[in-house]
């Protein structure tokens, strides 16, 4: 095994590991979703491996294809902006919970209390996930 096999093999293994952190980020988060900063850095992770992966597969003497390529990179990118505003949308929400205060006791008419706000980065941890399985079913059944 020469030494372009051995770094493309640990890039692999990372670039795998980066799909990990995403999926188990969310996986850990399902009853309350938001963005976690490991799903950015997964993102991070995925969107940098995945670079050096086709710099290598560029440089080789096989065949790349530039479409499969293309759509991989181009979700790639959507789910790294996706989980980058949906960590800044979490931290601006968990330092504005923070100030808010104790919301004030009592109920609605049928006795409930109405304190649950609505988790701004859901929406963008959905669309991380997502694009993240996307890219892998991309990845196995495009040839």
Known sequence: MNRMEILREILVALHLIGMAII???YFSLIRTPKVAPGMLHGSYLQLITGLLLLTIAEMGSGEV???K???????AIL???????GN???KAFAAGSSTAGVAPA???ADGTV?????NPSATMAHLVFAGAIINVLVAVFVH
């Not at 390529?69 to 979700?75: A, S, T, V």
């Not at 789910?79 to 505003?85: E, H, K």
């Open 23 to 25: 999926v188990g980020g």
């Open 65 to 67: 294809n530039h479409m």
């Open 69 to 75: 390529i293309g759509i991989k990179l181009l979700i």
């Open 79 to 85: 789910v790294t902006v996706f989980a980058f505003i």
């Open 88 to 90: 800044k949308k979490q």
């Open 106 to 108: 009592g109920g609605g």
């Open 114 to 118: 109405a304190t649950a706000v609505k």
